[in-house]
Structures are given as C-alpha cells and as structure tokens.
C-alpha cells in the first residue's frame, strides 16, 4: 500500500523558511515521481514542484521558482521541499502525493498524482 506522511509544517513568520518532509512507503522510491502541491482556504490545489526519482528531474510553478527547492533522499525514500522567502501567501495545506505512469512535472502539477498524503499545514504570517 503506498503510503506518504508529510511534516515540518508550521507557523513562520514571512521571510522565514520551512522544510517539509514527505516519508513514503509501501512502493517502489526509485521508479515514481512525488509533487507537492497546496491548497489555500477557499482557492484552488496548486501544483508547487515536482522531482523525478527515476532521472532526477524537477520542476517548479513560476510562483515558487527560485524560492522552493525539491529534493530526493532515496535511501530515506524521502522527498524534501525547502521552502525560502516565505510569503504570506504561501499560507495553505501542502500535500506530497507519488506516481508512477510517465507524465511531464507540468502534467502532473496541473492534474494532479495518483497517491495523496494527507497534508500539513504551513502559515506564514506577515
């Protein structure tokens, strides 16, 4: 059963950083893809960034880009979202969520992955 367990979020002030963490189980690390992606109350899920595990590529949405860094420890099954110049609208629920069929990061971050964690919560307050 695949399994993904986000952490790190919490309240920051703007400027601040987080690091979210996103611990799988349950399916083969090396061969999937992990996004995250956030939903602010009332708005829509937002793709945030996308890493390949199978060649190590990423992806960012042009409102993280250069601020958010993905990253895989594939010995921890692990995926990382470091999070920089936090802003207040940064403020949601981030999800991790895995994949394993062989869509580009834009695909998977306009519509979504298979597999979904159930969310932590990051604020950043101004």
């Known amino acids: 059963e695949v399994q993904l367990v986000e952490s790190g979020g919490g309240l920051v002030q703007a400027g601040g950083s987080l690091r979210l963490s996103c611990a799988t189980s349950?399916?083969?690390?090396?061969?999937?893809?992990i996004g995250w992606f956030r939903q602010a109350p009332g708005e829509d899920r937002e793709g945030v960034s996308y890493i390949s595990n199978s060649d190590g590529s990423t992806y960012y949405s042009d409102s993280v880009k250069g601020r958010f860094t993905i990253s895989s420890d594939n010995a921890k099954n692990t995926v990382y979202l470091q999070m920089n110049s936090l802003k207040p609208e940064d403020t949601a629920v981030y999800y991790c969520?895995?994949?394993?069929?062989?869509?580009?990061?834009?695909?998977?971050?306009?519509?979504?992955?298979?597999?979904w964690g159930k969310g932590t919560l990051v604020t950043v307050s101004s």
């Open positions: 349950g399916f083969s690390f090396d061969d999937y893809a």
């Open positions: 969520a895995a994949d394993h069929r062989d869509y580009s990061g834009t695909y998977y971050l306009l519509y979504g992955m298979y597999s």
